[in-house]
């Protein structure tokens, strides 16, 4: 079953502008990530939040956790076409090990 | 280089027959994961492997079978029995089996003849 659900399903942008994107959860979890995959390829980690942070940063990447609301967001700012691809949210839920659960992912395309 | 690989890139299957595809990592991860993408969906679980010799059922087992005789190696079995094998096959690792990062493959794509 999916964990989590990401909106928008698809985003288009300018070069330069930045690009949000969302992932809603249902479940407790130990942590959240986010991962990249262009056309065709496999996925790429970008970044980790544990379940007790609020934010964190990674270059041009921001990522918020909001447990209560069980939520998280990833900004790209200054968007660059390179940043054209697919972002998927993973969840890990609490408890003891339970399985990493993706989400359906944004695709987001960065028009230069 | 460290790294995870998938082969073939491409796999072409007949009705009725067995295919494997195949999975090898060298970055001396326990963990090991296959998944199932079709087009413009998420990823789904098929099989996992926390440890050599052990491996268990994911959200989508019917019709595929693994092995994890090697610590860098865990190779997925296409059966007949999967009706619908049309898919793009994603492998990956992990450290440990806490929920941490998974380093993906570059996956293979499988295509009903």
């Known amino acids: 079953s999916q964990q989590g659900e990401e909106d928008p399903q698809a985003l288009s942008i300018q070069e330069g502008e930045n690009a949000t994107m969302n992932c809603s959860y249902k479940?407790?979890?130990?942590?959240l990530q986010w991962y990249r995959q262009n056309s065709g390829r496999g996925l790429v980690h970008l970044i980790l939040?544990?379940?007790?942070?609020r934010e964190k940063h990674s270059g041009r990447l921001r990522v918020t956790l909001d447990t209560s609301k069980k939520s998280s967001s990833l900004l790209i700012t200054a968007s660059r076409a390179a940043d054209t691809a697919s972002y998927f949210c993973a969840t890990a839920p609490s408890g003891g090990y339970q399985k990493v659960t993706f989400g359906t992912g944004t695709k987001l395309q960065v028009i230069p | 280089d460290g790294g995870i690989t998938q082969s073939p890139k491409y796999l072409f299957r007949k009705e009725g027959q067995n295919v494997t595809l195949s999975c090898e990592q060298n970055?001396?991860?326990?963990?090991m994961y296959w998944y199932r993408q079709d087009p413009g969906q998420g990823l789904r679980l098929i099989y996992y492997?926390?440890?050599?010799?052990?491996?268990q059922k994911g959200d989508i087992a019917e019709g595929y079978s693994v092995s994890r005789e090697k610590k860098e190696s865990f190779p997925l079995t296409v059966t007949s029995a999967q009706k619908n094998p049309t898919a793009f096959y994603l492998c990956?690792?992990?450290?440990?089996?806490?929920?941490?990062?998974?380093?993906f493959g570059p996956g293979t794509r499988l295509l009903v003849l």
């Open positions: 939040i544990r379940s007790n942070e």
């Open positions: 492997s926390q440890i050599v010799n052990d491996f």
């Open positions: 990956a690792s992990s450290i440990g089996d806490r929920g941490g990062p998974q380093y």
């Open positions: 970055l001396n991860h326990d963990a």
């Open positions: 479940t407790s979890i130990n942590n």
